[in-house]
């Protein structure tokens, strides 16, 4: 255990904020006991009080203490994919309070597998609340340098871990109404559940609240725009000065081009980074060649639609 985590798990139990990588994003992480640490917590995320956060814990059974009627499907997705970036919506037990769970009779709960998220979660001994280490709308960080620029000193420290593995935010499903729903795709898919579960349906319009729900989140600051690949000659022919993210080779018109995998992980890896990267040439817009239609991009064309939404 590094002095580093240990000082995070002793500012973590005084109150304070410590930022810390996981596999998926980095995470503003606070204790999910201590109603003051949460009201900072939300502060500082700048979230509406209603929205609940994801409850994070070394192991299994420590997570599941914090729900109640916990259903057998639940358990087999724990045994397979935990720790990893997975979380499970179920309902709430006697110490998931209503300023972790933004009132709902259900909580969110994720056992991560990055080694410094579960050193901290091991030595913290407790339940660590952690939303992405971003301003509440805006992108999530992928690396400490992400979290140290948009939080500055309103993090008490930030430990480093190197860049997040998966790039996006974990895969949400709902087990708090019976049948198992998915919430959030990431990268466990839909059909890697399945095999586990079998089926698992999509969310309806009036799922449970989530603010990876709402249209616009994950978003850079310059307009954003899809575009299928056919179309982004015409589009950079307007003239608008753009900056592209696209999979194919850059065009000599465009001062700012990102060239991106062809293979979703990877790209999924880049992604955030490269929002960031697109924002700040400061260009009149932002133009994203369109991912294909096929279920192993789910998770990006998610993140990609709501970076696109114009708020
Ligand atoms: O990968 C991740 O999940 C990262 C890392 C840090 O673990 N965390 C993350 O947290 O993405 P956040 O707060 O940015 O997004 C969590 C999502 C939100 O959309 C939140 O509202 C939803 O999970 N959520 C949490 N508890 C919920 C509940 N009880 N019911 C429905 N949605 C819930
Ligand atoms: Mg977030």
């Given at each position: 255990?590094?002095?580093?985590?240990?000082?995070?798990?002793?500012?973590?139990?005084?109150?304070?904020?410590?930022?810390?990588?996981?596999?998926?994003?980095?995470?503003?992480?606070?204790?999910?006991?201590?109603?003051?640490?949460?009201?900072?917590?939300?502060?500082?995320?700048?979230?509406?009080?209603?929205?609940?956060?994801?409850?994070?814990f070394a192991r299994a059974e420590g997570a599941f203490a914090w729900a109640r009627d916990v259903p057998e499907?639940?358990?087999?997705?724990?045994?397979?994919?935990?720790p990893g970036p997975l979380t499970l919506i179920l309902k709430r037990g006697v110490f998931a309070k209503d300023?972790?769970?933004?009132?709902?009779?259900?909580?969110?709960?994720?056992?991560?597998?990055?080694?410094?998220?579960?050193?901290?979660?091991?030595?913290?001994?407790?339940?660590?609340?952690?939303?992405?280490?971003?301003?509440?709308?805006?992108?999530?960080?992928?690396?400490?340098?992400?979290?140290?620029?948009?939080?500055?000193?309103?993090?008490?420290?930030?430990?480093?871990?190197?860049?997040?593995?998966?790039?996006?935010?974990?895969?949400?499903?709902?087990?708090?109404?019976?049948?198992?729903?998915?919430?959030?795709?990431?990268?466990?898919?839909?059909?890697?559940?399945?095999?586990?579960?079998?089926?698992?349906?999509?969310?309806?319009?009036?799922?449970?609240?989530?603010?990876?729900?709402?249209?616009?989140?994950?978003?850079?600051?310059?307009?954003?725009?899809?575009?299928?690949?056919?179309?982004?000659?015409?589009?950079?022919?307007?003239?608008?000065?753009?900056?592209?993210?696209?999979?194919?080779?850059?065009?000599?018109?465009?001062?700012?081009?990102?060239?991106?995998?062809?293979?979703?992980?990877?790209?999924?890896?880049?992604?955030?980074?490269?929002?960031?990267?697109?924002?700040?040439?400061?260009?009149?817009?932002?133009?994203?060649?369109?991912?294909?239609?096929?279920?192993?991009?789910?998770?990006?064309?998610?993140?990609?639609?709501?970076?696109?939404?114009?708020?």
């Amino acid at each position: 255990m590094s002095a580093e985590v240990r000082r995070a798990a002793q500012i973590l139990r005084s109150g304070g904020l410590v930022a810390f990588p996981t596999e998926t994003v980095y995470g503003l992480g606070a204790d999910a006991a201590s109603a003051k640490a949460m009201a900072r917590l939300y502060e500082v995320k700048r979230r509406p009080a209603e929205h609940p956060v994801i409850v994070h814990f070394a192991r299994a059974e420590g997570a599941f203490a914090w729900a109640r009627d916990v259903p057998e499907e639940a358990r087999k997705l724990a045994k397979h994919f935990w720790p990893g970036p997975l979380t499970l919506i179920l309902k709430r037990g006697v110490f998931a309070k209503d300023f972790v769970t933004g009132g709902q009779d259900s909580v969110g709960l994720r056992v991560p597998s990055h080694p410094v998220a579960h050193e901290l979660l091991k030595d913290f001994s407790g339940a660590i609340a952690a939303p992405s280490a971003n301003r509440f709308g805006k992108v999530s960080p992928t690396t400490a340098a992400h979290v140290r620029e948009d939080l500055g000193k309103d993090v008490d420290l930030v430990l480093e871990g190197g860049p997040s593995e998966v790039g996006i935010e974990s895969t949400i499903v709902d087990l708090s109404g019976g049948a198992a729903v998915l919430l959030r795709p990431g990268h466990i898919s839909k059909q890697a559940l399945e095999v586990v579960i079998g089926s698992v349906g999509e969310k309806a319009a009036t799922s449970p609240r989530h603010s990876g729900g709402l249209e616009r989140h994950y978003a850079p600051l310059t307009p954003a725009r899809m575009v299928p690949a056919h179309a982004l000659d015409k589009e950079i022919s307007k003239g608008k000065t753009c900056a592209v993210l696209a999979f194919s080779r850059p065009d000599e018109r465009v001062d700012f081009w990102l060239r991106m995998p062809r293979e979703p992980q990877a790209y999924a890896q880049r992604l955030y980074a490269a929002l960031r990267e697109l924002d700040s040439a400061q260009c009149e817009q932002i133009l994203v060649e369109a991912p294909p239609q096929t279920a192993e991009w789910d998770a990006v064309r998610d993140r990609l639609k709501r970076a696109c939404e114009q708020g």
